[in-house]
């Protein structure tokens, strides 16, 4: 499989890592992603959560330690083996978001994750036009009203909030909010989205 991805100079693994220390040794809250999914989750008395595109787990290893059941997939293996280092008690899966028969990605079984979190720009660095399927395949690990979570870049030419939404609802998700940041900003037409969906009970 060939990801946008993997098509960039884009520093892995630990390279890739370490470009959070420095901000963090600055004060900086490095945890946006899990302070949103702690707070969405804890709404619901949740726990289950699939980081999907989950690269060297930091977000997956924060929600870790705050109590939450997760599991991490990505398809880059030299950024797994540094979410492996770190936390080797948390299930790391290598398998591709797209292929909906890979059992690396889909063993959980249907119903089995109470939100799905797709940080890190992963939308917008998937195979192009597989966005839909990578969808359809991740709406099928959700518990009846679970949650997706995704956040991304809004550039031109690139994923559009609107071609999400549409998406999104092919796949049997229902918008429940947009924000212009993981802290909660109101979105007003900028360039990063968080957009976050839900399973309906029927499906």
Request: aromatic share 6%; net charge negative.
């Amino acid at each position: 499989m060939t990801t946008r991805w993997q098509c960039t100079d884009t520093a892995r693994g630990e390279e890739y890592d370490a470009r959070w220390v420095p901000l963090a040794e600055a004060g900086e809250n490095i945890h946006g992603e899990a302070d949103l999914v702690e707070a969405l989750l804890r709404e619901s008395g949740r726990n289950r959560v699939l980081d999907a595109g989950c690269g060297t787990g930091r977000v997956a290893i924060e929600l870790s330690r705050r109590g939450f059941a997760v599991t991490g997939v990505d398809s880059d293996t030299a950024m797994l083996d540094v979410a492996r280092a770190k936390a080797p008690e948390i299930d790391w899966r290598e398998g591709d978001l797209a292929g909906s028969s890979d059992p690396r990605v889909n063993s959980l079984g249907p119903g089995m994750v109470d939100l799905v979190l797709l940080a890190g720009n992963v939308m917008i660095f998937l195979e192009p036009d597989t966005e839909g399927t990578v969808l359809q395949n991740l709406t099928g690990q959700l518990a009846a009203n679970g949650l997706l979570v995704a956040g991304f870049s809004v550039q031109p030419g690139q994923l559009s909030c609107d071609s999400y939404d549409a998406a999104a609802a092919a796949a049997g998700l229902i918008p429940v909010a947009r924000w212009a940041s993981w802290d909660r900003h109101p979105f007003t037409g900028g360039d990063y989205a968080v957009m976050v969906h839900r399973r309906g009970a029927a499906q």
